[in-house]
Each structure stands twice: as C-alpha cells, then as structure tokens.
C-alpha cells in the first residue's frame, strides 16, 4: 500500500539519496544522477521552512519504509507573486504506471485548493515530449501555457518543454 505524507526536516537524508537516483533514472527531471546541489543541513533547513509555510509543501510517497515518490510545491513570499505555486514531481522508476504520480498530484492539488494557502494558480515546466507526466497533468485539468525553447541540455542535445497551468477559482 502506498502512502503519502507531508516531509519533515527528519527526510532531507532520505530525500537526497532518492533524488539523486530519480535523476539518474529519467531524462525528463532537471535533477541528474548528481542529485540536488544541497547539503543535509540546507536540505533540513528547505524541508523546515516548508513544512512552516502555508503556500510551500513537500509530500513524499511511501511503500512501507521506502521512499518511491515526491511532489513539491514552491512558492515566493512575494505578495504579488505568491498566489502561484510552481511544482515538481518524481516517482522511482520501479513505481511508473502504479498510480503513485496521480496519488501524489491528487493530495497536492487538493492541498492547494484550500482557501488558507491562498494559492490561485499551479504552473509546472515539462519536457515536450514526456507524454506520461503530460497526460497525468491533463487529467488533472492543467492546461498549456507556453512553450519553453532549450528547457534541458543533456549530453550536448537541447529539449524543448512547455509550461502547464492550473488555475485555482
Ligand atoms: C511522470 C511521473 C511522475 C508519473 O508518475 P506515475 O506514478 O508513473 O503516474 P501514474 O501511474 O499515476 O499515471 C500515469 C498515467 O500515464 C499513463 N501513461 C503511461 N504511459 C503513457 C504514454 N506513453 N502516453 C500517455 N499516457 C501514458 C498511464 O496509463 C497512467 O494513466 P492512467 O492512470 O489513466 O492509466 C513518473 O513517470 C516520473 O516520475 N517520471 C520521471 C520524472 C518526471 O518525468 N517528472 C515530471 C517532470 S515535469
């Protein structure tokens, strides 16, 4: 059984791990194989500052002990900027077609939409031509906003993106 969970700073040593291998694992992520550019104590002190936050949130998927998935949600504290949350997610490859993105995105968007997070716009950037997360977003009503040029550099090739948006009534 899969569950989902807000992070506490207590995940940034299980977090950077999965992130580094959820890079390595799909072309599609801006993370890589490297992982995030963090340390522990600023990935703690991230994790920290979000889980303060009405309009930031980290949620991590579990089966049992084991992290497989994670959708965040970023936004500025800037008062003409902060209705709009950009937002990421991953899942380990093992775990693709199981559910756990749309699971994650569910609990996500359902968060954003209460009215204390003051949140009236979700917007995300997603390689052209990754038709599985595009599909995901759709389902969940996020439609194309713009297009991206040269999103991604990967072994010397550029990726196009496109931004989606979901807009919070
Ligand atoms: C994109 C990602 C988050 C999706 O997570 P997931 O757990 O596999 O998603 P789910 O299993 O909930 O749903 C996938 C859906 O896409 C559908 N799908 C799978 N392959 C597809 C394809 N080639 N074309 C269209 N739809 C496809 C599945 O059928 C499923 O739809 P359904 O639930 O209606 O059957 C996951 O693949 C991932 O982490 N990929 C690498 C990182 C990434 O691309 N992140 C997004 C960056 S913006």
């Not at 807000?6 to 040593?13: I, S």
Request: glycine share 10%.
């Amino acid at each position: 059984m899969i569950t989902v969970r807000e992070a506490t700073k207590e995940d940034a040593a299980l977090i950077l791990p999965f992130m580094a291998t959820v890079g390595g694992e799909s072309d599609n992520l801006v993370t890589d194989e490297k992982g995030l550019p963090f340390s522990l104590g600023q990935e703690e002190a991230y994790l920290q500052h979000k889980q303060g936050s009405k309009n930031n949130i980290q949620l991590l998927a579990f089966e049992g002990n084991v992290l497989v998935g994670s959708a965040g949600c970023d936004t500025s504290s800037r008062q003409r900027i902060c209705h709009g949350g950009e937002i990421g997610i991953s899942v380990l490859k093992a775990y693709w077609n199981k559910g756990v993105g749309t699971l994650l995105l569910s609990n996500l968007v359902q968060w954003a939409r209460n009215s204390e997070t003051g949140l009236r716009k979700l917007s995300l950037t997603v390689r052209a031509d990754n038709v599985r997360a595009i599909a995901l977003y759709k389902r969940f009503g996020f439609v194309e906003e713009g297009k991206v040029k040269r999103l991604l550099q990967i072994n010397g090739v550029f990726y196009d993106g496109i931004t989606m948006v979901l807009l919070i009534d």
